[in-house]
T-cell receptor, first 116, second 111 residues
Framework: DGGITQSPKYLFRKEGQNVTLSCEQNLNHDAMYWYRQDPGQGLRLIYYSQIVNDFQKGDIAEGYSVSREKKESFPLTVTSAQKNPTAFYLC???????????????FGQGTRLTVV | KQEVTQIPAALSVPEGENLVLNCSFTDSAIYNLQWFRQDPGKGLTSLLLIQSSQREQTSGRLNASLDKSSGRSTLYIAASQPGDSATYLCAVRPYGQNFVFGPGTRLSVLP
C-alpha cells in the first residue's frame, strides 16, 4: 500500500531534550511537509522540502530542524530551543507544481508530542 | 496573502440530512482546492481534489464544487450518517506557493 508513515504515534520529551519524529513515504513524491496542529488552531507549516537535499523554513521554523537525505524520508527534530513543543505533528507529501502531475496532498497519521 | 475561511465553524445535524459546508478564499489564482476529513487524534484524509480548470468533483455521497471567480467552494454531503462526524478542512494551492488551509468545520451527525 502506498502512503505516508509517521512514527512514533506518541512521544514524550523531557525538558531540554531533543527528539526526532520520523516521516517516510512510498508515493514517489518530491515534496514533503511538516505541520504543527494545536487545539483550536489551524495547521501551521514548520518546514518543507521540494527536492532531496533542499528544504525551506515555513511559518514557525524556530526550534525545529529537518533533513532530506532521501526522497522517501523527511525527519523532523524538535530541539530544546522550542519552548512550547507539546502539539500534534503532521507530515504530508505531494508532487511538485509544474511537473504535470496532480499535487494532491497526502498526510500521515500524526505524532502527538508531549513535554513531561 | 491568500486566506481561507470556513463557515460554519461547527454544525450538528440529525442523521439523514443533506448538508453543505462552505470554504472561501481571497485569491482566485489557485492551482487546485482539496477537501480533507480529520477524525479526532488522526491525520488528514483526502476526500476530493478539484483542479483549477474543473467545476466539481464527486465521490460517493460527497460532491465538491469550485467557483474560482467568487473564491468559493462547497462540500455537499448527501444523506449524512453518524460516521460522517469529523472535522472537514479545505485547502487551496496557490500558484508557486504551499498549501493554505482553512480552520475547519466540526460536524456532528446525531443518530
Amino acid at each position: 500500500d502506498g502512503g505516508i508513515t509517521q512514527s512514533p504515534k506518541y512521544l514524550f520529551r523531557k525538558e531540554g531534550q531533543n527528539v526526532t519524529l520520523s516521516c517516510e513515504q512510498n508515493l514517489n513524491h518530491d515534496a514533503m511537509y511538516w505541520y504543527r496542529q494545536d487545539p483550536g488552531q489551524g495547521l501551521r507549516l514548520i518546514y518543507y522540502s521540494q527536492i532531496v537535499n533542499d528544504f525551506q523554513k515555513g511559518d514557525i521554523a524556530e526550534g525545529y530542524s529537518v533533513s532530506r537525505e532521501k526522497k522517501e524520508s523527511f525527519p523532523l527534530t524538535v530541539t530544546s530551543a522550542q519552548k512550547n513543543p507539546t502539539a500534534f505533528y503532521l507530515c504530508a507529501s505531494s508532487s511538485r507544481q509544474g511537473d504535470g502531475l496532480s499535487t494532491e496532498a497526502f498526510f500521515g497519521q500524526g505524532t502527538r508530542l508531549t513535554v513531561v | 496573502k491568500q486566506e481561507v475561511t470556513q463557515i460554519p465553524a461547527a454544525l450538528s445535524v440529525p442523521e439523514g440530512e443533506n448538508l453543505v459546508l462552505n470554504c472561501s478564499f481571497t485569491d482566485s489564482a489557485i492551482y487546485n482546492l482539496q477537501w480533507f476529513r480529520q477524525d479526532p487524534g488522526k491525520g488528514l484524509t483526502s476526500l476530493l481534489l478539484i483542479q483549477s480548470s474543473q467545476r466539481e468533483q464527486t465521490s460517493g455521497r460527497l460532491n465538491a464544487s469550485l467557483d474560482k471567480s467568487s473564491g468559493r467552494s462547497t462540500l455537499y454531503i448527501a444523506a449524512s450518517q453518524p460516521g460522517d462526524s469529523a472535522t472537514y478542512l479545505c485547502a487551496v494551492r496557490p500558484y508557486g506557493q504551499n498549501f493554505v488551509f482553512g480552520p475547519g468545520t466540526r460536524l456532528s451527525v446525531l443518530p
